[in-house]
Structure formats: C-alpha cells, structure tokens
C-alpha cells in the first residue's frame, strides 16, 4: 500500500494532524512523487493535477504545490472568477468551481480572489429548472447546456462541493446567501437518486456510473455521496440506489476496481485498472459503512 494511503487513513482516523508527522508518509510515497514530477504548465494541465494532489493529506504544505497553486490562481482568475483562459467571458461553472476548491483546500491566502469565485456561484449557478442564469459570458452561451432550462448536472456538482469546502473552513464567513444556495443544490441532487434523470431513471451523463478515483471534471456516484456525506445527507434514503450500485460492483476479493475512462492529459492514476483498487477501495469503503 502507497504510504500516501496509509497517511490518508492515519488522518481520518484522527491518528496523525499535523505536517511534521504527515511529511515522512509524503516524502516516502511513489504517488506523490508522480505527482510532483513536471508537466507542461497550463491552466487545464495545473487544475487536474492539483485536483488529484488535493486528495492527499497535507501535500498543500510542500513548497512544490505551494507554487503550483499560486500559478493556477494567477493564470486563472479573472475579476468575476476563475476560467481556463483567464478571461471573464469564458467561465464555466465546473472549472470555476474546481479551481476555487483547489484554492481552498490548498490554503491559498487570497481570501479575496477565493470569495470572487464562491460569489460567482452565489450569483449565476442555476440549481433548479426553469430559472435563468443572468450570466452573460460567452463561453457558457457557446456550451449552451451549462445553464439551460435543466441546468448541467456537473455544473451543480461542482459548485456544491466548493461551497461545502468552503463551510468547512473555521475561518471562512458563511451566511444563509450560501447556506440556502447549498440547500437547494443538495436537495437538487438528491432528487435526482444521486445519479439519474428525473425524465426516464436513466443516468444523467454517460461516465457518471464509472468508478474512477480521484474525480475528474466527469463526477461520478463515489464523487456525489461523498459530497452527500460531507453534508450528513448519506443516510437520505434517495441514496440508496446510488450505495447499492456500488455494492454490485464489489469485487469477490472484498475490493473494487476501477474503470478504464478518458484521462484528462497529465493525469496519474492511483490505481491501476484490472487489478484490485486499494484508494477507491477505501473511498467507497467510507461511504457505504
């Protein structure tokens, strides 16, 4: 077992809290030094690699991703939010969203530019039908499904996670703007069943029932509980569906594996496919005890 997995678990369980304690499970791990090695820089390419690197315990401390972080903020935000080209016009409500809890869980310290991005959501993410969005970007209208009368499942998703760690920040002001902003997308998805369309009970995009860890743009079920889970809402019994659907993807050995799916480019994989899954072992694991 990776010793980044091993630290993952120490963390949960409350055993390590520190870096000091975390570093030596860093330094000695295979994935994190993957992780670390040089890709080209653009805004996509430091996105999915900080979105991997933000699911290892502390890796926000080392002077590396330190830096990474700060490139992605400056390359990316752009007054109102956060945008692959760092260009207003070109927001999209799921990399704004994921560029700003990258942000978060990383620590970065500009308060300022991390609110621009959570106020973006306040103010455009649909998380009903039927309501229009009074975002004017041009890149939305160009992806005309991010913010049609049925909003992008992703887009909410997305957003829901940011504002939920955003809450979980100490130092974070939260107010009933993003109380009830989170409340209504919550309740959004669980009328969903989690995964599926309230039109015909199929699922709602074409990868949403793959497992693969960590989470790309593409969200999937383990993504969705998970942020159900963060809210207390895993025990609602419209994610039953979603938790037995895991269940019959249980391996005879225990484990589970993962999918083999489209990779964004720089992407590493955690686990490797056809073999059994130890990180979304662990995740699912969490999930359904």
């Not at 996509?44 to 690197?53: A, G, S």
């Not at 760092?86 to 500009?110: A, E, F, V």
Request: net charge positive; aromatic share 10%; with cysteine.
């Amino acid at each position: 077992m990776d010793t980044a997995l091993i630290l993952k678990q120490k963390v949960d369980s409350g055993e390590i809290k520190d870096f000091e304690k975390a570093s030596d499970y860093l330094n000695k791990s295979v994935i994190v030094n993957d992780l670390l090695s040089d890709f080209d820089f653009d805004v996509l390419n430091l996105l999915n690699r900080l979105t991997e690197i933000t699911e290892i315990p502390f890796a926000y401390q080392l002077e590396r991703v330190k830096k990474w972080t700060n490139k992605l903020a400056d390359l990316s935000f752009c007054g109102d939010g956060f945008s692959i080209t760092g260009k207003s016009d070109d927001i999209l409500s799921c990399y704004n969203s994921m560029i700003t809890s990258i942000l978060i869980r990383n620590h970065y310290p500009d308060k300022v530019k991390i609110a621009k991005g959570v106020e973006w959501i306040l103010n455009y993410q649909n998380v009903e039908r039927g309501k229009k969005s009074n975002w004017v970007g041009k890149r939305i209208l160009k992806y005309g499904g991010c913010m049609k009368n049925t909003p992008c499942y992703i887009g909410i998703v997305k957003a829901m996670i940011t504002l939920t760690d955003y809450k979980k920040q100490p130092d974070y002001p939260v107010n009933n703007t993003i109380e009830n902003k989170l409340e209504l997308g919550l309740e959004y998805i669980l009328d969903h069943q989690v995964y599926l369309r309230k039109s015909d009970g199929q699922p709602i995009t074409k990868d949403i029932k793959k497992l693969t860890y960590p989470f790309s743009y593409k969200t999937n079920v383990i993504e969705i509980l998970r942020l159900l889970k963060d809210n207390h809402l895993d025990s609602d019994t419209r994610c039953k569906l979603a938790k037995d659907y895991l269940l019959t993807k249980k391996q005879k050995d225990g484990c589970w594996k993962i999918n083999s799916s489209y990779l964004p480019k720089c992407w590493i994989q955690f686990d490797k496919t056809k073999e059994p899954g130890q990180w979304i072992s662990y995740e699912i694991e969490r999930l359904l005890n």
